[in-house]
C-alpha cells in the first residue's frame, strides 16, 4: 500500500504564517497512474518501470530517505518520488542521489531559488525570454523556446532567466507524460552579442548545467540551437566541458537553415518565426498558467528553510555546483574566449 506521508516536511503554524507563507497543503490521494496504454509500455521499454512493482519501488526510496537523510525537508509522496525512480530509470541508489542533489542545488543558489514565484518574474515572462510551444514534438516532448535576445541585461540580472527556465522546469514536471517523454529545447540565439554573450561566463554556465544534468528529474532529448552566430562558438566552447558526453551529443546547431531544423521538428508544430505552420509565437498561454500555479510556488519555494537542512552542505553537491567562483568567472578570461570567435 502507499504510505502518502509528508512526516519530514516542517511547516510553520497558521498563526505564525508571514506574508509569503501558505498553510500546509492538503495530504494529496493515493497515486493514481495517468499514463496511457502507450506510455505505460514506453516506460517499460525505456525506464525499467514495472507498474506492478511502482508503489513497492517508491516505498523502497521512501524508505532510503527516511534512513539515510532522516532531517531532510522534502516530499514523501509517492508522486513526487516518481519523478526521481524515473529520471534514474528505477536505480535506487541513482535516484536518491539525484533527490539529494534537487534539494542541494536550491539550498546552494539563494539569488535563484530565494522567493521563486511566477509573481516575481513577471517582467522576464513579459519579456519573451522564455515560453513553452502548444505542440509537442512527435516523440510526445514539450519544447522550450529561449529567445536570448529578448533579454536586456541592464533591466535585471542573468539569473532572472535561469529562475524563469527553472519555474517552467518544475511546472513541466509535475506531469507524468513530461517525466517519460521528456523535453526538447530550441533556442534561438539570433541577435546575441558579445557584450550579452559574456555575462554567461563559466560559474554560471556549471550552475545550470550541473543542475540540467545532476540536480533535476527531468530528461532532456534534444538541444536545437538556431540562428546562432559566430559568438555561439565561444559560448558552446564554455558550455562543452561541463557537458556528459551523452547530452552533448544531443545539441544541434542548425544556423539560418530551417530546413534542417524541420528534419527534427516538423513545420505543423512550429511557430512561423521558424517556418512553421502553427501560428504565430504565443508567450501569453503559458505565461498564464505559470501565473496560475503561484500558491503551489508560494508554498515550495518561499518558506523558511528549516536549521537541520544545514546537513545538505558542500560535500553533497554535484560536481560545478559550489557557490564559489573561484575566480574562473572573470569577465576578462570570458571575453577572451569569446573574442577568439572573431
Keep these: 500500500m502507499s504510505e502518502e506521508s509528508d512526516s519530514l516536511r516542517t511547516s510553520p503554524s497558521v498563526a505564525s504564517l508571514s506574508e509569503n507563507e501558505l498553510p500546509p497543503a492538503p495530504k494529496p490521494p493515493g497515486y493514481v497512474c495517468s499514463l496511457t496504454e502507450e506510455l505505460v509500455t514506453k516506460a517499460r521499454e525505456e525506464l525499467q518501470e514495472k507498474p506492478e512493482w511502482r508503489l513497492r519501488d517508491v516505498q523502497a526510496l521512501r524508505d532510503m530517505v527516511r534512513k539515510e537523510f532522516p532531517n531532510l525537508r522534502t516530499s514523501l509522496d509517492d508522486a513526487f518520488l516518481l519523478r526521481f525512480l524515473r529520471a534514474r530509470k528505477f536505480d535506487y541508489d541513482r535516484a536518491l542521489q539525484l533527490l539529494i542533489n534537487y534539494h542541494s542545488c536550491r539550498r546552494s543558489w539563494p539569488e535563484v531559488f530565494h522567493n521563486l514565484k511566477p509573481s516575481a518574474l513577471k517582467d522576464v515572462l513579459a519579456s519573451g525570454f522564455l515560453t513553452v510551444l502548444p505542440h509537442t514534438d512527435p516523440r510526445g516532448c514539450h519544447i522550450l523556446c529561449i529567445r536570448p535576445d529578448r533579454w536586456i541585461p541592464s533591466n535585471y540580472p542573468i539569473t532572472e532567466n535561469i529562475r524563469v527556465i527553472y519555474l517552467t522546469l518544475e511546472k513541466l514536471i509535475q506531469s507524468e507524460e513530461t517525466q517519460v ?57 564554455i558550455i562543452k566541458p561541463f557537458l556528459k558526453e551523452k547530452i552533448a551529443n544531443r545539441f544541434f546547431l542548425h544556423g539560418s537553415d530551417l530546413n534542417s531544423l524541420h528534419t527534427n521538428l516538423p513545420k505543423s508544430i512550429l511557430p512561423k518565426e521558424y517556418g512553421g505552420t502553427a501560428g504565430e509565437l504565443d508567450i501569453a498561454a503559458w505565461n498564464a498558467v505559470l501565473l496560475a500555479s503561484e500558491e503551489d510556488f508560494v508554498r515550495e519555494f518561499c518558506q523558511p528553510v528549516p536549521a537541520c537542512d544545514s546537513i545538505l552542505g558542500r560535500a553533497l553537491l554535484p560536481e560545478g555546483l559550489t557557490s564559489d567562483a573561484q575566480g574562473d568567472d572573470s569577465m576578462r578570461a570570458v571575453k577572451s574566449q569569446l573574442y577568439s570567435c572573431y
Design 181 to 237: 517523454n521528456g523535453i526538447v529545447i530550441l533556442a534561438d540565439y539570433k541577435g546575441v552579442s558579445l557584450s550579452k554573450a559574456s555575462h554567461f561566463g563559466p560559474f554560471i554556465a556549471k550552475k545550470v548545467i550541473g543542475i540540467l544534468q545532476d540536480g533535476f528529474p527531468i530528461r532532456i532529448k534534444a538541444v536545437h540551437i538556431v540562428n546562432e552566430p559566430r559568438i555561439f562558438k565561444g559560448i558552446f566552447a
